[in-house]
């Protein structure tokens, strides 16, 4: 397994996002688009107040906007014109804060000269965002300190990176303990040919760089993260025919994915006999708590669940949020979970 793409050229991404495309009606598929999205009222309320110039030059292939970010520090990488930042930014409200670092001038220009508008559409005396001119392959050149950050959203941007491993290898170096990775990009369902990864159409398009799936499993694990859960999915629609020709039989996915900061998770679904509860609390989940489509948490149910889920809901700011039963003194064999992201499960709804 290699992840470092070599072929893949920053300076053409530069150029494709900031001089070739004029907005998302330019793209020649729907991998950075945002096609059938269903978002959460919070999510669709925050959306209603970003300006137009903000919204005509976003290209993410999704919705990577977690749920009680309630003054959390937030990170945005590849964070472009700032709609994802801007959103974030009423979701932590005036005491959290939020960060976006993007490689593009251009992009970058757009989203600063937007602040002080979209601060006074939602009534903030001080800005609560900032936006820095970065690499996300290396943070702390852009002033991102180790353990500093609650959540890291990304849309659609690391598939775009020539050093992935260093990208991921930098999320979990700034992430708080029991802090989350919450991203949409776009993954392969095979390993992309090198020739491809050349062409700086399919590069920009978030096709020719587009992680395998089971190769990002890898290298979390690597990392120290062996539990990543799949949040939603949809297969990407090529319309372009030479676009589609080139790619031959590839199937691309657009998925949702979240990973913790954790230090106890294990690489298989292990049975400690918890229980857990989820009280109903999460703001725009009243009723029911997704983790994951095979972990929904019915408000007041007990659940029985594995040694990961219950960390993921214990060790994390969503603790306050949940009651658990039980701890790991004692074990049970294997937990019967259905958590692995994989392309061949059948199509789930969600925001992506």
Known sequence: MDLKDEKLNPEAVTEYYGEILGGSDDLKTDACCTGGETVTPSVKSALARINDEVMTRFYGCGSPLPPAMEGCTVLDLGSGTGRDVFVASQLVGPDGFVIGVDMT???MDVAIRNVDDHMARFGY????????LGNIEDLKAAGIEDHSIDVVISNCVINLSPRKP???????????PGGELYFSDVFASRRVPEELKEDPVLHGECLSGAMYEEDFRRLLTE????????????????????????????DFHSVTVRAFKLENLEDRCEDYGQIVTYQGTVEDAPHAFVLDPAHVFETGRPE???????????NTRYA????VIGNRDRHFGLFPCATEIDVSRPEVGGCC
């Open 105 to 107: 001038q251009s992009q």
């Open 125 to 132: 005396e001080t800005p609560n965002v900032e936006f820095r």
């Open 166 to 176: 260093d990208v991921l290898r930098e999320i979990f170096r700034v992430l708080k």
């Open 223 to 250: 990392l120290g993260c062996p539990d990543v859960r799949q949040v939603t999915r949809r297969p990407l629609e090529i319309v372009d025919p030479e676009v589609k020709a080139k790619l031959g039989l590839i």
């Open 304 to 314: 029985a669940v594995c040694g990961n889920s219950a960390a993921m809901v214990q």
């Open 320 to 323: 306050k949020h949940f009651e």
